[in-house]
Nanobody, 122 residues
Framework: QVQLVESGGGLVQPGGSLRLSCAAS????????LGWYRQAPGKQREVVAIIDTDIDTSPKYADFVKGRFTISTDNNGLTLYMQMNNLKPEDTAIYYCYMDAYTRARGRDEYWGQGTQVTVSS
């Protein structure tokens, strides 16, 4: 079973920064996609940034975070980070870590973290 555990959310003023982390554990044999989604109150969950290893390892960003957010992984790819700079009130949302991975027990499947709240407010 794959588990994703996020940390790093919180309350920050507009223009501030936060760094989210997502630690993956479990018997992961291969990772296809990993990244971050977010869901604001009353809105659908939307992709923020993603790495699709089927295509290449260059991160893809939603237009609304380009130039402000940066995702990265550690050397083994099991810890995902997102540095968020110049945060805006509209970035307020629950942020979810996502992984599309292969395990011997479940084959290829999708996994989500429990979410971490990011609130941008003065």
């Amino acid at each position: 079973q794959v588990q994703l555990v996020e940390s790093g959310g919180g309350l920050v003023q507009p223009g501030g920064s936060l760094r989210l982390s997502c630690a993956a554990s479990g018997k992961i044999l291969s990772i296809y996609n990993l990244g971050w989604y977010r869901q604001a109150p009353g809105k659908q969950r939307e992709v923020v940034a993603i790495i699709d290893t089927d295509i290449d390892t260059s991160p893809k960003y939603a237009d609304f975070v380009k130039g402000r957010f940066t995702i990265s992984t550690d050397n083994n790819g099991l810890t995902l980070y997102m540095q968020m700079n110049n945060l805006k009130p509209e970035d307020t949302a629950i942020y979810y870590c996502y992984m599309d991975a292969y395990t011997r027990a479940r084959g290829r499947d999708e996994y989500w973290g429990q979410g971490t709240q990011v609130t941008v407010s003065s």
